[in-house]
Structures are given as C-alpha cells and as structure tokens.
C-alpha cells in the first residue's frame, strides 16, 4: 500500500525500493504482486542491479517457483555470496537437493568463498538426504577456515549428525556450544530420540526447561 501511494505521489523508486517489495512479497507468498513489480523493475531497467536480483531469487525460491528463479540467477552478469546462498537456499526449501550441490560445487569453481550461511544451507540439504560424508567434509571446511560456529551454525551441526544417526558427534558440538536457542536443543533431543536413546531425550528436555526459566528469570 506504501509503495502505491509513493507511485501516485509521483516519486520514483529506485534500486534500494524493490528489494523491499520482493522481500515482502516473498513473506505472503505473494506471486502475483512480486511478478507485476518484476515487470516493472524490469521497465526501468534496474533487472541487472545485484541486490534487486538477490532479493528477485529469494522471492521466486519461496513462492515454489525454482526455474524462475534459477533463470534470474543464470542472467547475473555478477554475483555475491549472497547470490549463491539466495539460490542455494531456493533448491534446499523446495527439495531440489541435487541440483543444490551442483550450484555449491560451481560455486566452489568461483572465487569466491561459503559463508557461515551457506554452510547452514548446505548442512540442510545433507540432513535431509542423509549424506554424512558431504556433511563431515563440510564440518571440516568450517573447521579449517575458523569459521565462528555461532548458534545457527551450530544447530545445523547438530541438525545434520543426530539426522545421519551420528548422535555422538551431534552431542559434541552440542555441549562445545555457549550459544543456544530453542531450535538447538529441539535438534539435539529429536536426534536422541530418534535412534534409540529415549532417556537421555527426556533428560535433555529437563535440562532445556530448567535452561529457559534461566533465561527467563
């Protein structure tokens, strides 16, 4: 509704208006809208802006729409980390799992270097195809180039050993973590509870009460 009114007041918007668009239509899935303002990014000739096309893939990747978005990324003259996770991340929800590595592989080939982000995308993808050797390797780049574990990355960890059935290693970087959420201790319970070990579960889920009225108190 904003953005109609700045239409009508006659303002023009500009390369740093349309990521907000996309990520708003992104967040109500709003397919229809984000293509009509496609259309019109495209009009002004701003559909080769990086950020745009960022923001462009991002969008596409949550409405379900990968070979859209995929052609987005294909047309990108240059790109940022955050255009290779953008895409990465599109594959991964909408369980193109294959084609993910394909892309992290070619990313590789770049020079550019994965994030801490696109590590948590890529751990993902292992957890849900079961692939723990590509998941080991990928702890190891972590470890190799002193990437900071921070609790997203962390949980992803967990995420990805206690889905493989590597419950130990899961534990491991579990109690080697000073940050955790909610989501880290969810992982690391459903990974106990998932392959056996449904008393450590329980007193996991203990310890996680106790920890949250901590916080709370």
Not at 10 to 27: D, H, I, M, R, V
Not at 120 to 149: D, P, Q
Not at 210 to 215: A, D, G, M, S, T
Request: aromatic share 12%; with cysteine.
């Amino acid at each position: 509704r904003v953005f109609l009114s700045m239409r009508r007041s006659g303002a023009l918007p500009n390369e740093y208006t349309f990521p907000f668009l996309f990520k708003a239509c992104a967040s109500v899935l709003g397919l229809y809208d984000g293509r009509q303002i496609h259309a019109d990014v495209k009009k002004r000739g701003l559909d080769t802006n990086v950020y745009v096309q960022n923001t462009l893939i991002h969008f596409y990747g949550c409405c379900g729409k990968i070979i859209d978005a995929h052609k987005v990324f294909d047309e990108m003259s240059y790109r940022t980390v955050v255009s290779w996770n953008s895409i990465l991340s599109a594959f991964v929800e909408n369980s193109w799992f294959r084609e993910a590595i394909e892309v992290f592989l070619s990313m590789r080939s770049s020079e550019l270097e994965p994030d801490e982000t696109t590590m948590v995308i890529l751990l993902s993808c292992c957890a849900e195809m079961g692939n723990l050797s590509l998941g080991k390797w990928i702890h190891s780049r972590v470890i190799v180039t002193a990437m900071v574990v921070n609790c997203q990355l962390g949980t992803a960890l967990v995420d990805m050993y206690g889905k493989c059935g590597i419950v130990g290693y899961a534990r491991l970087v579990f109690n080697g973590m000073s940050d955790r959420n909610i989501w880290t201790w969810s992982a690391m319970i459903m990974g106990l509870a998932q392959h056996g070990f449904a008393c450590q579960a329980l007193q996991l889920f203990k310890a996680m009460k106790n920890y949250l009225i901590e916080l709370i108190m």
